[in-house]
């Protein structure tokens, strides 16, 4: 049972245009999102998050929606920079258990073309 | 520099060998997590613990076997009943397991069993 979903494996974007990256979960009592970035062969790179009580977070390049409602985020990365591209993971924890305890998509390969 | 180490690397064992993967962390967190990371696909829990000599089994604890002796320090060790302990692990760690926060992730042990 897939709980939190990244349906596209991977995305390619020009240097200097925007990325979109999405995500969906099914588990309603999730209620606080993550972004992770990785490279091949090292752990994941926190980079921004989002609790269940905003529908919309910023941190320079990178902003996190969540649409409540339709159970979906996304991350938009604007602009875009070659050293950008990696694995991004989004994940999600629920109240009442460790935050740690995170279920993670299953990422998506972000290209970014100079 | 505060962070989580985990040694080594990489690792190669022969099957029907247990083994024992080391995860330390100086940031003083609460929390410690291991995921497993297998190709194409997000990373799952196998074990987490909130606080000292306690831990609790995660999605794919079959096969494991953890201990929390130390704050700084929760090892995973890999038993002969794990029936595919190939992976890429990876161990974390969180401030507060009760709050919003991040987790930090180590670099990851790569693990091949021949």
């Known amino acids: 049972d897939q709980q939190v979903k990244q349906n596209s494996p991977s995305l390619s974007v020009q240097e200097g245009r925007i990325s979109i990256l999405n995500c969906d979960y099914t588990n309603s009592m999730f209620d606080y999102f993550l972004w992770y970035k990785k490279y091949p062969a090292e752990g994941p790179t926190f980079l921004i998050s989002i609790s269940s009580i905003k529908d919309k977070n910023e941190d320079g390049r990178f902003t996190v929606f969540l649409n409540k409602s339709a159970k979906h985020l996304s991350l938009h990365i604007v602009p875009s920079q070659p050293g950008d591209s990696a694995v991004y993971f989004c994940a999600a924890s629920r109240p009442g258990t460790s935050y740690g305890k995170l279920t993670f998509g299953q990422g998506t390969i972000l290209t970014v073309h100079p | 520099d505060g962070g989580i180490t985990q040694s080594p690397k990489y690792l190669f064992r022969k099957e029907g060998q247990n083994v024992t993967l080391s995860c330390e962390q100086n940031l003083n967190h609460d929390a410690m997590y291991w995921y497993r990371q297998d190709p194409g696909q997000g990373l799952r829990l196998i074990y987490y613990?909130?606080?000292?000599?306690?831990?609790q089994k995660g999605d794919i604890a079959e096969g494991y076997s953890v201990s929390r002796e130390k704050k700084e320090s929760f090892p995973l060790t890999v038993t002969s009943a794990q029936k595919n302990p190939t992976a890429f692990y990876l161990c974390a760690s969180s401030i507060d397991p009760t709050q919003n926060t991040e987790a930090f992730f180590g670099q990851g042990t790569r693990l091949t069993v021949v």
């Open positions: 613990s909130q606080i000292v000599n306690d831990f």
